[in-house]
């Protein structure tokens, strides 16, 4: 606390330190070492900074610890440890779908949890692009991942949740459209899956979710912005691949936000246009 601060008990100029709340001085004890002599002032960090030795620190340990020969170290019990075994690091989980069907949306996902969570994050990328924004594509998207009996239902709520006026409020015409030199992002990216409950025939997934949605491109007035959100897929066995049942969205968990500079609407169109989405498998 610095001279002059009231603390919270306005009216006080009392230079002194509070300790315990009995107002008493702290006193420099003679046989203090640093008595009588002025204090090394303060070294103030940015944040930058301390990203930047929060970095160093996590690298400089990473190598000490890739470094460490077999038996360099103790195991949990307190004894030396073996070298891990040569598949310790190895990738794990099922090779990626090598179908796509007419929509180009993957498809054939194994029969297992995993399989489901690679279905669940591939979905969640397909119901959080573009073409939802354009009633042909819509259509296809939805009849392509889901169960047929859930599909007409689900188009019908569709097509009133993407009106003209929704439209509006995000920057585009009537027909779903971006103003002239401008680009529309709408892109999901899926941070990581978890299967909630699974049997033969049904599974339900959790798939934890990152988002830009916006206009870029000179003179926008709706920015390209980032949302996190969960969304929780009931999936079934149909036709020899998982399908959605029914799918919900939750907000969160939202991370703070980082350093980083914001880009220009130009460089964030570029990098849409640039740069693909993936097939998400485990």
Known sequence: MSLGDDDGRRGTDDPYTTMGGTRQTRTRMPDDPGAGRPRAPRMRTS??????????VLLVAAIAF???????????????GAPPAANSTAPTGERPVGGKGATG??????????????????????????????TAARSEIVRSIHVPEAVDNLLSSLDKAYSPDFFKNV????????????????????VGTKVVQQDANAATVEVWCT?????????????????????????????DDWKVETSSQKEGPTPVNGDNRASTSDEIAGAVEGYGGFVYAR
């Open 47 to 56: 944040r930058s900074m301390v990203t930047v030795v929060g970095v160093v």
């Open 171 to 190: 920057g585009l015409d009537g027909n779903g459209q971006p103003p002239a030199g401008q680009t529309f992002v709408s892109r999901t990216v899926p």
């Open 211 to 239: 988002g830009l949605v916006g206009l870029a491109g000179k003179d926008s007035t709706k920015p390209v912005t980032e949302t996190w959100f969960t969304i929780t897929q009931k999936l079934r066995w149909t036709n």
């Open 66 to 80: 890739a470094n460490r020969g077999p038996g360099s170290g103790p195991s949990q019990d307190g004894r030396q």
């Open 105 to 134: 949306i993957p498809s054939g996902f194994a029969r297992t949890g995993q399989g489901a969570q690679s279905a669940a994050a591939n979905y969640a990328v397909t119901l959080g692009s573009e073409g939802m924004f354009t």
